[in-house]
Structure formats: structure tokens, C-alpha cells
């Protein structure tokens, strides 16, 4: 009676098969698809019947008639021939065309992209001055790009993102591009990775864009797209990794990806030998031979980085160890630097302090038994004692499994045959070779496999690199041919075999199959309905879009038209004091013999130069306020000295012009928390344009009177300044605030300035919670009252060292400058040994941690640190240095002196690791404040 259950309920089961399977089957038999197709290296090459076809495309839709059946009729033509012959219902399918891109004519995408298209920026392979991943090293290039092209968007954005000098040249054609690149025309040039051939000589910098590529279909052929869609689910389904592995057979060159990095460089300066670990009696991956010395893959590894040129004066040290256990305290010690192989977990290796390299072999895993197979058969598991890897591999995907060691894997068969434990583990290497000798045991591939890779230090970032990087070099084919040459045996459990023994498993697998497809066809009624909703919400979107495109060009167009009214007003201002510097500086050379008028011609040159950094400045605050990355640095200070010092800064400009300049201060919490840079600047604009603005002879008049505050511990200091200068017009006041301008240029007022002060004002009056009142008449002068809250501080502030102290702390002490610039290296050093400092130079970060590394233990008192070099900047360097071994150079003091001097520079200085902050042009003061500061505190 069971028996016929059994049999109705197969046969039941075929009649359902056959009802929805063989009649799709039918449906699409001899199905001809006619597939647009046009010339592109590495998409779809082979442009004629009788031509052989290739390329990434190609090789995809060809598995995807795998699934559906089509026969494609290629219909050959140039891409926008392709779409006007799609509009006309001549062609069904088009491939690899990118989301984003404007499309002429309608058509349907399938569900998922078939790949990524980077847009890159190449440089030569031998061209050893641009580092990948380093933006810096492409300061003052050629950068070449095709005119009006994605990829001229794509560099358009970067360089907005990333603003530093550099030419851009555009081309027309990618024949005159690649022409200019091989005649040095230009240092780099901007592509998409799909357009670059392998084996070219070229490597990609950096990645500056993506796009997905779909294939498309006409938009009257919703059955193909829906066999396409399902294929394609299929396709991933049994294959996950087959588009992965045909983008890497077309698209990616290897000689992109195995230069020599900035950390490598680092670490190779450091050290000459490089002692790696490895584990005995574990072929075909490391071993040990008759002769004493490494076998397996590692040999292989280890001779293909001892070929490369780079690492000629790097000696590699192979230690064996017959246990991990050992040569993973070995490593936690220092006595070696890398171990393998060890188990390609990122988590493992964490709980161990760490870093795993990329997996070098992905081994599949055997589970051999006794018996049939049950959900039993992994409670107990023997295993090798050795065999680290697989036992940190059980310790994740079997968790409820109790581990029995075994002295060898001979014990292990031992101990499953005779029931001591239910199964044992073996990479497939030597499961093949156990089976064949021991009858009635069985054995089941697991799904996951156990991924090997080397392991090294935490800190030991660099390291990292340099191994990943010997992985990249061997790639995958010749990975592969080693691990098959070290294998002495052949495993023979095949398909059938499974199937044989498993008929349960093969019919769920059956019924499985069944549920994906029912599962598949209902999806795929619920993604059209999905789909048409998104077609409206995009449609709809796309109409928004359009208004929000229209008014933020007539904003656009009015930021322009301000702007250039800016260049026309700045064109004198900056010229003047350039005439005086460039006019000076000839006086200088034609008045050598007269000592007092060098002097007078040095002090103007100083001035006009002054005034120069100063107009920079503004412009670069006011461009760093409209991107709202201004920022207050509130400390303790005492307020009354912040307004001597606007007193001595601008005290000289009244004498000059003959004003009386009068200062009342009605201040009972002379101590309190505030920005001092941005009072300061507040201060100086309105007190500097007082002074500007009013005839020699008038009145300057400052007023700072504490108010209540509305919050305990609180007060508002009122802030009036009051002038009898020129004045301005009612007209006018509503744009005193506004960026660029001025109610008369420099030429009209005699007055040179660049109309951004006040508005710098105002956005720093705000960023305090304050507010700022102007008043104005032409002839009568200006009032300024600003009102701004403060928090009172609770304890008085320290009084500033004095200058025997100074002396002191600074005299005596041995500084390391770097500093890439040749001319601002000269200067700092006369500077700094004016001081009394012995001063040692590098000319960028690399150089400095070598030179640090290499010199004794006390030899520096402190770094004084540049940002912006080449090969490795200030940053970079100094991240660098703290992770040092010796602890004592890992914590000198550094000390930026940059010309990044805003608050985000600052802020990026010390979350890399430096202890102070100084500009340039040096300020003698600021300089030496710093270094108390921060030498003061060790």
C-alpha cells in the first residue's frame, strides 16, 4: 500500500513538472532574438557572421541562452544607428548601456546590472612620480579627458571636491588622446575601465566615478524582458560568481593592481628582512622538505616576491613551525612578522590582535564519516592538533560541535572507524588520498570553504600591503597551477556518487527547484506591477527636477554676475601692492650701499606683502563661511587682551593719519570663554575700516560695556564703535553685508579693500548667538554696535611666560623640519636656528619617518611638520610615526606649519596626531608661543 502512495505522489509530481516546464520550453524553442550588436574592445568584439565573437557581453548573453533557448540574429551597426533602429521595432535587445546616461529612444532595463563601468584616472606603468590612491601626487599634472563625455563630468566633480592646482586638456577623439599620452603631452588621462585593454602599460590612480550597465530591451518586448529577468536570477543563483570572473577575464589588467604603494615604501625603508612562519606537514600549501627548507605554495610566493626589483635588498626568512599555537606567539612576540596559512577570518584574527591578508586559496572542506549521513555525524569531530585553520573554521560553522584532537590525521580515520568520534575534517587534498585507502567510509563536501591567507601584527599596516600585493602579483592562474603541483593525489568521488548515496537530498533538491520557479514567476508578476509605480514616481521627479533646475541657474547667474563684478574691483587692489613689492625690490638691488634705505623699502615690501595675505585670507574665510564649515573654538582667556592687541595691531595706522582714537572699556568678567581669532577679526575689520574710511584728523571712538546675560553664569558684551568718516548711503546699508561688495572701488575712495570684511563680520556675530547694527551718513560718519553672549570663566587665566623662559624652554632643543618646498625649507631653517635650535631636514613624510626611524633614540626634541608634501604628506607621516615600535619616537612631539590654516586644517592636525598648530608665512610670536606651548606640556 505505501508503495502505491509513493508512486501516485511521483507521478503527480511529474505531471506538474511537465505542465509548467516543457511548455515554457516550447514556447521560446527556435525563439530568434535580434540582438543589437556594435564594436567594442572587451564588450563585444567579432563584427561579422563568419568572424569569431568575444567579449564580456558577448560571453553573457550567450549563458543566458543557456536558460531561455534564443538564437540571436546580430544585427551590426554603431550604437546610435542601434537606437534609432530599436525605436522602429528593428531591434530587440541592446547591451551595456549605463543608467544614468540620456537615452534617445525608450526601453526597459533588466532588474539587475550585468556590471560596474569606473571611471579612472591612468597613469603609465613606469611613471613612478604619480602614486596610486595618493591625490596629492597629481598636484600640478597634465590631466587629459575627452570634451563633453561622462568621464569630463566625472573629473569636473572631483576637482571641485578636491581643489589643488592642476591642467586639464581636453581632446576630441580618444586617438588624439592616447596620441598625447604616449608622445608625455600629458601625465594622466580620464577613462572608464571597460575602454581600457589589458596588457595596455597603463594603471588606474584613483577611482572617480561608476556606473552600472544594464542590458536594455525594446520596450514592446515585455516576454523577453521577462526571460531575461529570470535567467538571469537563475544564472546568479548556480553560478554567484561567474560575472565577477568574466570582468576580471576581460577588464582587469594585474599590472594595475601590484605597484608599490606609499606604505610599502615606508615599511621597506624600515627593514631589510622579512621573516615569515609557516606551518609543516600541511601541503599543497607549506611543508617542509628533505633538505630543511619551505615547500608548497609559500615557496612559490616567496620566489615571486624575491623577483620583483623593488625588493632586491629584502632578505625573506621561512620558519617552520609544526603547530600554529607556536608560531602564532611567535608572531603576538615580534620573532617573526607574517605567519601562514592561518584562517582567512576577518573576526579570528581580531580576538588574536590581528590582520589577516587577502584570502590566498579558498580550500573546500570534507566531512568523512562512517555510515550514512545524519544530522549526528557532527557532534563529535577528530581532529589534527596541528590544524589550526580548519579548527577555527569548525569553531564558526559547526559551533555545536565537540573537537577530539588527534596526534596525526591517521589517528583521526582511526578514531571515526572505530566510533570515537562521528567524523572528521580534511581539506580535499588529503580527504582524496584517506578515502581511497579506507573502505566504508564516506565523505560530503561542505558548503563553506576555508579560506587561507597570512597573518601579521595589528599595527603592521604596511606589511599588509606589501603581501597583498605579492598575492596580486602571483594571481589567480598561477595560485592555482601551484597548489595542483604540490598535490600527489587524484580525488575520485564524483557527482553519481552523491546522487547514489543521497536519493532523499536529490528529490528535495528536486522539489526545491520547483518552489523557486513558482517563486520566480510570482516575482516577477510583483516587480512589473513595482516597476510601472516607479516609472511614475520617477516621471514625477523628473518634473520637480526641472523647476529646481531652473531656479538654481538664475541663481547661478546671479552668483556669476556678483562675482565678476568682484574680479573687476579686485583687479586694482591686488595690482598696487604687487607694483610696490615688484617696485621695491628693484630699489633694493640698485641701493645696495645705503643701509637705511634697504631698510625703509624691506619695511614696505613687508607691508605690501601683508596686505597680499591678508586679501587672500578674506577671500578663502568668506569661501569656507558659504560652505558652512566655519567653526568656533571657544577657550578661556582674559578679553582685555584681546583688545590691546587690536589696540597695537592697528594703533600705528591712526598716528599715521593723524586720529584720535578713543577706548572705553566697562568690563566687571574680564575672564571668559571665547573664539580669540574670530573677536579679534570682528574687532579689526570694523575698527581697520574706521580708520580706512575717515579723514586724517577724525575720531575713532570704541565702547565695550558688559550687559547681563540671559543665562546664569552669562553676560552680553555691547560693542560700539562709532566714526566721523565719509560715511555711507541709505541706499547702500541693506549690501554693506554682502560678499564682493563695496559702495566705491579702491580707484573712487582711495581706499583698497575687498568688500568681503563685513561680511565676515556678520557671519561671525551670528556663529556667537549675537547680532550686529549698522548706522550711516554720507558726511557724518558710521556706527557699529555688535552684542555678542559669553560664558564667564570661573578661574583667572594664567599670565603669559616671559621672555627669559622662552628662551629657556626653546634654546638648546634639536628640531626635524619637513618641509618639500626648497625655498620655504632655507627660510624656516635661517629662522629657526636665529632661535637657537640645531635644525635636520627632510624633504617630505617618507623621509622624515625614515630619518626618524634610523637615528638614535633623544636625537629629536620635536618635528615641525608641513601638510602638503609629495610622496607622503604631513598627515600621513604623522599617523605613521605614532604607530612606530619604539614608543619613545612613536610620541615626539609634532608640530604642523602649514598654510592651511583654517579650523578644519587644525582639526584634521591633531585627530592625525600633532600636538600644536602654526601658519606660514611664519609669525616669529606665533611660532615661538606654539613651541612653549607644547614643549612646556611634555
Known sequence: MNHIK?????LSLLIFIYIFCPIQALAIEKNVVRLGYYDRPGFMEGMKDDERKSGFVYDYLSRISDYTGWNYDYIYADLPELYDMMSRGEVDIIAGIPENETLPVQMEFANQSIGPENCNIYKLQNDDSIKPGYVASLIDKRIGVLNDSHE????????????????VVTFDSSEELDAAM????????????????????????????EDDFYVCVSP?????????????TQLRSEDPHFLEQLYISYFQDEAASVSQSIKEEIWLKVHSTLRIGYLTDYLPFSDIDETGEVTGLLKDYIDTLENQPELSELTIEAVPYENLEQGYADLQSGNILALFPTYADSWYAEGLDLRNSMTIFSQTVDLIFKGSYSDSITSTIALNADASPLGAYIRQYLPNSEIIEFETWEDCIYAVKNGQASSTLMNRYKSSGYLQGNRGLRSTGLSSSCGLAFSVRSNDVELLSLLN?????????????????????????????FLASNIETAIAGAGLILAVLISAFMFYIYTTKKNQHRMQKAQDALNKTKNQLTDALARADFANQSKTKFLFNMSHDIRTPMNAILGFADLLEKHDDDPKKRRQYIKNIKTAGGYLLDLINEVLEMARIESGKANLNEEQGNYLDMLDSVEVVLGNDCKKKNQTFTKKVN????????????????????????????????????????????????????SVIRDNGIGMTEDFLPHIFDSFSREKTATESKVIGTGLGMGIVKSYVELMGG????????????TITTRIPHRIAKEHVKSKPSEQLITEIIRGKHVLLAEDNELNREIAVEILQDMGLTVSTACDGVECVAVLSSEPVGTFDFILMDIQMPNMDGLKATETIRRLDDRTKANIPIIAMTANVFDTDKKSAFEAGMNGFTGKPIQLNELMSELVRVLSER
Not at 509513493?6 to 511521483?10: G, N, T
Request: with cysteine.
Open 6 to 10: 509513493r508512486f501516485s505522489l511521483l
Open 152 to 167: 569630463q563630468d566625472y573629473l569636473n566633480a572631483f576637482l571641485e571636491e578636491n581643489t589643488f592646482s592642476c591642467e
Open 182 to 209: 604616449n608622445n608625455r603631452e600629458i601625465d594622466v588621462f580620464v577613462a572608464m575601465d571597460t575602454n581600457i585593454s589589458k596588457g595596455s602599460g597603463l594603471i588606474s590612480c584613483l577611482t572617480i566615478g
Open 220 to 232: 514592446n518586448k515585455r516576454t523577453i524582458l521577462r526571460e531575461l529577468n529570470e535567467a538571469d
Open 469 to 497: 600585493r605579492g598575492i596580486r602579483l602571483m594571481g589567480t592562474d598561477k595560485i592555482d597551477s601551484s597548489v595542483n603541483r604540490y598535490v600527489y593525489f587524484v580525488f575520485d568521488y564524483s557527482l553519481s556518487n
Open 667 to 718: 568690563i566687571t568678567h574680564a575672564d571668559m570663554f571665547f573664539d580669540f581669532t574670530k573677536e579679534r577679526t570682528i574687532f579689526l575689520n570694523v575698527i581697520g575700516n574706521a580708520i580706512k574710511y575717515t579723514p586724517s584728523g577724525g575720531n575713532i571712538d570704541v565702547c565695550v560695556t558688559e550687559l547681563p546675560g540671559k543665562q546664569k553664569d552669562s553676560i552680553i558684551l555691547e
Open 771 to 782: 547680532e550686529i547694527l549698522v548706522e550711516s551718513q554720507p558726511g557724518k560718519g558710521t
